[in-house]
Each structure stands twice: as C-alpha cells, then as structure tokens.
C-alpha cells in the first residue's frame, strides 16, 4: 500500500500529558504533512515537513522525519481536551496530491 | 476569508439512484481536489483540477463517477447509478496551485452520503 500507517490506531491521555503518533510509509516523498480532523472544525493542516528537514516546531506540535527509516513522529505536548481528534499523516507528492494515512485517534481527557 | 463551500451536508439515497455534489473552492485558488473518506479510514483523493483541467484522475471509479469543473471555479461531482459502498464523506478541498511547490489544502465540511 501507498499509503502512511500510523500507530497508535488510538490513544487515550489526561490532559497535560504529551501525545506521541507515528506515520510509517513505504514509498519516496517530497513532504509530509500532518492533518486533524473533528466534528467541530473538520479538516485541518497543521504542520508540513519537508523531506530534506529533519525536525520542524509550530507551537506545541513537534515533527520529526527520518527519510531513512521512512517514518515521522507527531508530538503534541501539554495536550488540552480541545485537541481530541484524529490525527492523520498524509504524503505529499511532486504535483501536490496527497496520500493520507489511516489515523490516529486521540481522546484527551479532562 | 470565506472557507470552501460545500452542499449538501447530507444525502441519504437508494442504491442505483444517481446524485450530485457540489464545491465552491476559497477564491483565487486554481487547484481543487474531491476526496471521499469511509468511516474509519483517512481520505482517498478522487480527482484533482488546476484550473479547468484534470491532474489526477487515477482513483476515480470512471464507470459511476464524474466531475466537472467547467469554468475553473466551481466544480460538481456526480454518482451515477449508486452503490452501496459509495456510501462516505465526501470532502472538497482547494489550494493556491498545485505543481511541484507545496500548497496548503484548505478543506470544506464535506457532504456526508449514505446508500441505502
């Protein structure tokens, strides 16, 4: 399969503590890019690595990418409830199309 | 700014009955694209316009499905006859262009279609 594979398929934490998911895929990338979605807002890019970049900040969002071992890691720390969702990698390709994987889904509880 | 524009937000059909979707795309933006994500799974890219053009159409069931985007604006997308298995959320999204540079993808709430 094309596309990425994430791990955990769910996961549940309290609030404050650190989410970690991991995207594994198979196949050459030009970036890869980490999408939430919920009932509330749908769809949401947050965050986009390049496959020459190693590791990249936007808040409290950490991603890393090792093209080497063909996995990224999403970080999320200090999780508040407002950041259930599911959580999905996706692989960008030459003409921007998108490969999402198959989710991760975060329940952050109070 | 307004976001990209979908209707409807639900459509309950039988099967073999045809039914139609459509997307207004964030103004400026050449690239549309049409996903459909079954419950359970992260979405699978339909078919992908720049401009009035189609860049990718390799995972559009072409015997049942078409889309259009006549005008390079709006764009529908058609289901003719239904199956069960089509029942999904379809989601319309659009981005400032496509090519090799990167173009954040904004998308719509998506129509949410159940089979019968």
């Known amino acids: 399969s094309q596309q990425g594979e994430e791990d955990p398929q769910a996961l549940s934490i309290q609030e404050g503590e650190n989410a970690t998911m991991n995207c594994s895929y198979k196949t050459s990338i030009n970036n890869l890019q980490w999408y939430r979605q919920n009932s509330g807002r749908g769809l949401v890019h947050l965050i986009l690595?390049?496959?020459?970049?190693r590791e990249k900040h936007s808040g409290r969002l950490r991603v890393t990418l090792d093209t080497s071992k063909k996995s990224s890691s999403l970080l999320i720390t200090a999780s508040r409830a407002a950041d259930t969702a599911s959580y999905f990698c996706?692989?960008?390709?030459?003409?921007?199309?998108?490969?999402f994987g198959t989710g991760t889904l975060l329940a952050v509880q109070p | 700014e307004a976001g990209v524009a979908q209707s409807p937000r639900y459509k309950i059909i039988e099967k073999r009955q045809s039914v139609a979707f459509w997307c207004n795309p964030i103004s400026g933006h050449a690239t549309l694209y049409w996903y459909q994500q079954i419950l359970g799974q992260g979405p699978k890219l339909l078919i992908q316009?720049?401009?009035?053009?189609?860049?990718?159409d390799s995972q559009l069931p072409k015997d049942r499905f078409s889309a259009e985007r006549l005008k390079g604006v709006d764009s529908t997308l058609k289901i003719q006859p239904a199956k069960l298995e089509d029942s999904a959320v379809y989601l319309c999204a659009s981005s400032l262009m496509g090519g090799s540079s990167y173009n954040e993808q904004f998308f719509g709430p998506g129509t949410r279609l159940t089979v019968l």
């Open positions: 316009f720049q401009n009035n053009g189609v860049v990718d």
């Open positions: 690595i390049r496959s020459n970049e």
């Open positions: 996706a692989l960008g390709g030459a003409t921007n199309k998108l490969i």
